[in-house]
């Protein structure tokens, strides 16, 4: 579903990917993880191409998105992102939120899309929130929506971007409740997270980046229970 | 001149008097229908000002570099010349080669083009204050840089600009006061013709000053009250 090929990145000087290979099957939950700065944030990005890649290509469902004549907002209509900072627009409510990009870049009509914004608000929890503004929302009802928005595009992938980081911490199990929820489902996923527990539970495979490269990959039992490189055992046990 | 049809209510009463409060009375309807060009006249070249500052601001944003350089030159020269060096400049100068010009329409031009300017950098500062991630949570929806343009950075831009926007009105409002030396019959010059027949400084400017500050204050009250409807947090 998405192949990341020999990726680098760089800014300015300084070479945040130094060819990176990754891989993510349909259905397929893979949670990234790694001390900040490994570059684990940057490579999300490069998977939608929020940031554009140096060198290296990058597929999702065989198109290349690397490359110049990819019309590449199409593609971007079928990879929700979902981020750190939430990124709600504050100037709509959270019904408008969610519908906006079906109405305006698919053309929905927007009695059908309130209707998919209703049950998918449903889904997260918040239908009560619908007329409601972003500002008056807590951070953990914030991501929820932010998540209702990415999945009203119907995407066929969704990058989590350390969801849960910015919130105080008796709201993060809410947020990685919906996200459980979502890869029971059979959505494919890719989560950059710090959260070991849902790594662990949710995950099917996960991913120790460090210093721009993948450093080790596998079963959440074989990284956490038997990880074979130092740096892994390193970082694993400054955070378990 | 068909301009002064619509604002020529009022006509100069020239008799000199020796008061002062009766030469403001008799002069109000001259003076109110000069107050209407003066709102005419700011508020034509107004219209004007924001379509050429929301173009001159998103030039300035621009990565094509003769969209920035041409923004960035326009931007440049109006702001950095006196006003009522363009006013005479465009007057006398450039707009009687382009057509037949008259003071009314000359005058909105040139406060519109010198807005223009000013409403430009608004702009381009209003839009730079939106957060990044707006940005990039609209294009990972699939957004093009114009959709989201339109739909999330310039709705959220609009509002952090209306203070420093209506500050633009009512200094656009005052300026508008220079073009009475290229003979437009708005406030400031009907005022002057009243001083010149009377010689009652202290009444017929101050009739004028009192004038304006109702307009701007006007101004200046419905945007407190566009900002406060506007508010969601």
New interface residues.
Partial sequence: MIQVVDVYKSFGQLQVLKGVNFQVAPREVVCVIGPSGSGKSTLLRCI?Q?EKTNSGQVYIDGEELTHPKTDI?????????V?Q?F?????KTVLENIT??PI??KGIAKTDADKIAMELLKKVGLTDKAHV????LSGGQKQRV?IA??LA?QPKVMLFDEPTSALDPEMVGEVLAVMKNLALEGMTMVVVTHEMGFAREVGDRVVFMDEGIIVEEGSPQDIFDNPQNPRTQAFLSKVL | MPWVEVFGMGILDNIISQNGYQVVLRNLGYFLGGAGYTIFITALSLAIGMVLGLFAGLGKLSANKIIYMLSTAYIDFFRGTPLFVQIFLLYFGILPVLYDNDPVSSAIIVLGLNSGAYIGEIVRAGIQAV?N??M?????????QR?AMT??IL??AF?IVIPPMINEFIALLKDSSLVSAITVPELMHRGDLVFANTYEATWVFGAIAVIYFVITKTISVIGDNVERRLA??
């Fill in positions: 939608n929020l907002n199409k593609i971007r209509q079928q990879v929700g992102m981020f900072l990124n709600l627009f504050p100037h906006m990009a305006k870049i503004f972003p500002g008056k932010a928005r990415a595009m | 957060d991630g707006q990039e949570a609209a294009r990972s929806l699939g957004m093009n959709q739909y999330v709705p959220q509002k969601t947090d």
